[in-house]
């Protein structure tokens, strides 16, 4: 079973810049989609963006399409989400997670993704 495990996750200004990575251990994960959800306490978790797993496609939330990258290093087994102009807004707990099925690009759905990590705390100041 595959562990994700995410970091990078800290306190910034609005304007600012953070990079996320997820790190994968334990199973296959290059022949998988990796994406990334965000939740506010309270509230449903959101879809951000996802990357397949060749990297060649990718897309995002229209909230952050323009801000935020996914990029990965299979090589590394890790997925990274870089975070531009961040607003007050973009402040929860990310999360990354593996695509339920090998080669298979999921849509923004939770049910599609079979493997989640802890999350890490994101949180823009105003």
């Known amino acids: 079973q595959v562990q994700l495990v995410e970091s990078g996750g800290g306190l910034v200004q609005a304007g600012g810049s953070l990079r996320l990575s997820c790190v994968a251990s334990g199973a296959s994960f290059s022949t998988y989609a990796v994406g990334w959800f965000r939740q506010v306490p309270g509230k449903e978790r959101t879809f951000v963006g996802v990357?397949?797993?060749?990297?060649?496609?990718?897309f995002y939330a229209d909230s952050v399409k323009g801000r935020f990258t996914i990029s990965r290093d299979n090589a590394n087994n890790t997925v990274y989400l870089q975070m531009n102009s961040l607003k007050p807004e973009d402040t929860a707990v990310y999360y990354c997670a593996r695509g339920a099925r090998p080669f298979i690009l999921p849509l923004n759905r939770p049910g599609e993704f079979g493997s989640w990590g802890q999350g890490t705390q994101v949180t823009v100041s105003s």
């Open positions: 990357i397949a797993w060749d990297a060649r496609r990718a």
